[in-house]
Nanobody
């Protein structure tokens, strides 16, 4: 079993920044890829970014140049630095393995990000 605890969301104006954190209850040292996903009510969860254990990153086109994913294996933590936020970034943000695989039953509560004037 694994616990994924996301935090750092909030209400910001367009152009603002937030830093999300995801603390994992077990070591992520051997996890090939950790990612951030987001979901808007009524839509499917989408992958926003992932980072492999060599530090190689992928960012969806919609966030490229604005969001940066980071991982700290020593702290079992994955971060998402979000700059230049737009209203369309409003969603609940979750972290998990990529693909979620055997961690699929353990999605956390997520953290709400709301971007509005």
């Amino acid at each position: 079993q694994v616990q994924l605890v996301e935090s750092g969301g909030g209400l910001v104006q367009p152009g603002g920044s937030l830093r999300l954190s995801c603390v994992v209850s077990r070591s992520i040292f051997s996890v090939a890829a950790m990612g951030w996903y987001r979901q808007v009510p009524g839509k499917q969860r989408e992958l926003v970014a992932f980072i492999d254990n060599g530090g190689t990153t992928y960012h969806a086109d919609s966030v490229k140049g604005r969001f940066t994913i980071l991982r700290d294996n020593a702290k079992n933590t994955v971060y998402l630095q979000m700059n230049g936020l737009k209203p369309e970034d409003t969603a609940i943000y979750y972290c998990n393995k990529v693909p979620s695989g055997d961690w699929a039953p353990y999605w956390g509560q997520g953290t709400q990000v709301t971007v509005t004037v």
